[in-house]
């Protein structure tokens, strides 16, 4: 099994930026695949950047330009930082561990609140 915890929400005003961070531990194989989602109340968890072990990244278009996902294979730690947020981009955020045959693991979640 993976364990991941997350760190770096908060409360920040529009236009602000965040870090993030992800630590995981446990059975741990690459190749694999670090992500961050998020789910704001009331909708579906969404995707918001992935990383693979050979640092490959993808975006979701409403991030693009504004959020840099990083990660550090000897330390197996995945970052997420987020500029010029936005209201919208309140959620709740999750660390994700996953790839090809393996079993996909969690974080607990980490809160962000953009304020307008």
């Known amino acids: 099994q993976v364990q991941l915890v997350e760190s770096g929400g908060g409360l920040v005003q529009a236009g602000g930026s965040l870090r993030l961070s992800c630590t995981a531990s446990g059975s741990i194989v690459r190749p694999n695949t670090m992500a961050w989602y998020r789910q704001a109340p009331g909708k579906q968890r969404e995707l918001v950047a992935s990383i693979t072990s050979g640092h490959t990244t993808n975006y979701t278009d409403s991030v693009k330009g504004r959020f840099t996902i990083s990660r550090v294979n000897a330390k197996n730690t995945v970052d997420l930082q987020m500029n010029s947020l936005k209201p919208e981009d309140t959620a709740v955020y999750y660390c994700?561990?996953?790839?090809?045959?393996?079993?996909?693991?969690w974080g607990q979640g980490t809160q962000v609140t953009v304020s307008s």
């Open positions: 994700s561990y996953g790839g090809l045959g393996l079993r996909r693991a």
